[in-house]
């Protein structure tokens, strides 16, 4: 079964940093592009950033370029996001996934829930 | 960035009729591999999102066939066929043929 397990959100002030992890399971981990997506409090879904199999190539939306950075270690079926320089408007569940577009094949975490205030 | 325009937005259905949810690019979504990379999402109260359809029309394991996606270009649409008590929630169109990808604001679906 896979599983994909999100940790490390929680409350922080602005301008501060958060490590959030995401543990895979249940499948070939590093065959596998990862990504994470946010959700901030009622609102809709925002794709954040996307690695390779890899970790050579890596994207990032705008609103997170030079702020965050995603990372994975496929010896330890795990996922990151570094996320520094936070702001109020990070404020969000950040769900952990994996898909492949052309397949059915999709998972997502539970997330985690980052509250950047004061 | 391409924005992805849902309508409507809330949707009150009667169980067992049908339902339908349209999705407009700003850029037309046929990536220069052929493909056109619309998919659906469905996120019931208080869950993770989930894929329902991908590549427009093609369903997900476990996906019941009373969903089905259409449509090409820039114009998309998804239908449920007979609305039942477990599809209530947000659901999303979202494209991944330019990148930042993106997703529409969401329609929710709610039983009458």
């Known amino acids: 079964e896979v599983q994909l397990v999100e940790s490390g959100g929680g409350l922080v002030q602005p301008g501060g940093s958060l490590r959030l992890s995401c543990a895979a399971s249940?499948?070939?981990?590093?065959?596998?592009?990862m990504s994470w997506v946010r959700q901030a409090p009622g609102k809709g879904l925002e794709w954040v950033a996307n690695i390779k199999p890899d970790g050579s190539e890596k994207y990032y939306v705008d609103s997170v370029k030079g702020r965050f950075t995603i990372s994975r270690d496929n010896a330890k079926n795990s996922l990151y996001l570094q996320m520094d320089g936070l702001r109020a408007d990070d404020t969000a569940v950040y769900y952990c996934?994996?898909?492949?577009?052309?397949?059915?094949?999709?998972?997502w975490g539970q997330g985690t829930l980052v509250t950047v205030s004061s | 960035d391409v924005v992805m325009t849902q309508s409507p937005l809330s949707l009150p259905v009667t169980l067992g009729q049908p339902a339908s949810i349209s999705c407009r690019s700003s850029?037309?979504?046929?990536?220069?591999?052929?493909?056109?990379?619309l998919n659906w999402f469905q996120q019931r109260p208080g869950q993770s999102p989930r894929r329902l359809i991908y590549?427009?029309?093609n369903r997900d394991s476990g996906v019941p066939d009373r969903f089905s996606g259409s449509g090409s270009g820039t114009d998309f649409t998804l239908k449920i066929s007979r609305v039942e008590a477990e599809d209530v929630g947000v659901y999303y169109c979202?494209?991944?043929?330019?990148?930042?990808?993106?997703f529409g604001q969401g329609t929710k679906v709610e039983i009458k």
């Open positions: 590549k427009v029309s």
């Open positions: 249940g499948f070939t981990f590093s065959h596998y592009w």
């Open positions: 850029q037309s979504l046929v990536h220069s591999d052929g493909n056109t990379y």
């Open positions: 996934l994996t898909m492949i577009w052309g397949a059915p094949f999709g998972y």
């Open positions: 979202m494209q991944r043929t330019h990148w930042p990808w993106t």
